[in-house]
């Protein structure tokens, strides 16, 4: 759709200096709107809306309802509305048009619902009214968003999420494999203080990454989502530079990112909206210690991430059923289903997923979304993770006493494991001429010799991400275990 802003001039009848501000807002929404500036345009309109609800004493003991609930509002105050209704009318069916060309059609039509209970005759509702059920229908025939996003030529992006070890990396190593032949870049981002992906996952250019991004300064989800915006923009250049079309771009979070705010980035910047589409956010669940990070009690203020991952998965892998049992596996899923009631469940053994069940799915809808976050697309995220959570790094060279080495990390989890999320590493083991690469969740633990170091220096590299860690026992503790 193209907005309709300036169509029709509705009246605005308003005269008041206050209602200046409003007013602006509602032209600037509307000016952007038809720029195709459309994250913009939704933190304008919500902003006029903001602005115009003092004006209206009906509003004095529904706060926010402009916004979040427009035809609950118009059926308990229209006849007190007065002249303020045709203004109203057009707050909203400016709201409406914008989230018309942002895919969010269900909640347009809601608003626009509201408006026309306001201004029945306004021909510029009506208008957006009808092109907005013509959308709708050609949605429900499962045509509207390929044909859009073909006519636009736009990249599919595919967000893969889940908790520290659910098993992300080895999905997305699946994918590529599987995938081989297809163009992908691929955008990893790691919570921690060094990155070590790199050792402990297969090439990705081997396995048929066409480019690779991968950011270690912070979580995607916060401080580093500009950076995610400048990956995705340099992606879209080379792209450009090369005339390849790419197949799609692959995001791993970090395991503590709530998603919402990576989805939301698809929207807040114009580029990146006209060009590359969300076709689903995917979830992947340890089996084994979901339960246990579900239930976990968090500080005022703070998300619990893997609720949120939950909350707002299109598809939801359950992984590692192996280490459960069918009784445990049915508690598990009672309690996703109590999150997230519709995004279909695979369940599997070592992320191993046929491909078409998450890549191409088309599985994002930003009306979904809006129905349990009004605020999504608000552009003031706070994003809070646990500030007893946190990582420790530690990089250095010299050789492991394999005997040494067992006791400590046996001792460390036993004492330590409820606390320990996540610990993974390369390690240089004395008398192996292979690099030993190990893994941990909690208490399970696992690992292995991979790859010769031939003239390579043997450095040790290894993090420990968890809850209240103590940095100065943990180096303590791997120094002492040096030959």
């Known amino acids: 759709p193209v907005c309709s802003g300036a169509l029709v001039a509705m009246a605005l009848s308003c005269t008041a200096v206050s209602c200046d501000e409003w007013r602006e807002k509602l032209g600037a929404a509307k000016t952007a709107c038809e720029e195709s500036r459309y994250f913009e345009a939704v933190q304008l309109i919500n902003a ?144 921690g203080e060094i990155g070590i992906d790199d050792k402990l996952i297969a090439r990705r250019e081997d396995l048929g990454a066409e480019q690779i991004i991968e950011m270690n300064n912070g979580c995607i989800c916060c401080t580093v989502r500009g950076d995610l915006i400048q ?57 084994k210690h979901c339960l246990q990070h579900l239930h976990e009690e968090k500080p005022d203020g703070v998300e619990n991430e893997a609720v949120e991952q939950l909350a707002f998965a299109d598809r939801i892998i359950v992984n590692k059923t192996d280490l459960v049992t069918e009784t445990e596996l049915a508690e598990l899923t009672r309690e996703i289903r109590k999150i997230n009631g519709v995004a279909p469940m695979i369940y599997t053994q070592n992320s191993n997923v046929q491909v078409d069940e998450i890549i191409g799915i088309r599985g994002f809808s930003l009306d979904r979304v809006l129905e349990s976050d009004a605020g999504f697309l608000k552009d003031d995220q706070d994003h809070q993770h646990d500030q007893s959570v946190s990582s420790v790094g530690i990089e250095c060279a010299g050789e492991c006493d394999q005997e040494k080495l067992n006791s400590w990390i046996a001792t460390l989890l036993r004492e330590r494991g409820t606390d320990i999320f996540r610990t993974k590493g390369v390690l240089a083991v004395k008398g192996c001429d292979q690099r030993f690469v190990f893994q941990g969740i909690h208490m399970i633990f696992g690992g292995q010799p991979q790859n010769d170091w031939g003239g390579e220096e043997r450095i040790n590299k290894l993090i420990f991400i968890g809850r209240n860690l103590d940095r100065e026992e943990l180096h303590r503790g791997f120094q002492a275990t040096l030959a």
């Not at 105050?77 to 018309?100: P, Q, V």
């Open 231 to 287: 990956g995705l923009r340099s992606i879209l250049k080379k792209t450009t530079l090369d005339g390849h079309k790419l197949d799609g771009v692959i995001i791993e979070t970090t395991g503590l990112a709530d998603p919402a705010p990576v989805a939301q980035t698809f929207f807040a910047d114009d580029v990146i909206q006209a060009r590359i589409t969300l076709d689903g956010i995917i979830t992947v669940v340890d089996a």
């Open 48 to 191: 006029a809306l903001e602005a115009f609800e003092p004006h209206l004493p009906a509003a004095k003991d529904r706060p926010g309802q402009l916004l979040t609930e427009p035809q609950r509002f118009v059926q308990e105050t229209r006849d007190s509305l007065g002249d303020a209704a045709e203004n109203l009318a057009d707050l909203w069916a400016t709201r409406a048009d914008i989230l018309m060309n942002l895919g969010g059609l269900k909640r347009a039509s809601n608003e626009l619902a509201a408006a026309l209970e306001l201004a029945p005759e306004a021909k510029r509702v009506k208008d957006l009214q009808e092109e907005c059920t013509k959308l709708e229908q050609y949605q429900e025939e499962g045509i509207a968003e390929e044909a859009l996003a073909a006519a636009q030529n736009k990249v599919p992006a595919h967000i893969l999420t889940g908790f520290l070890g659910s098993g992300k990396t080895t999905l997305l190593n699946h994918i590529l494999r599987e995938t081989h032949g297809k163009r992908f870049a691929v955008i990893e981002n790691e919570f």
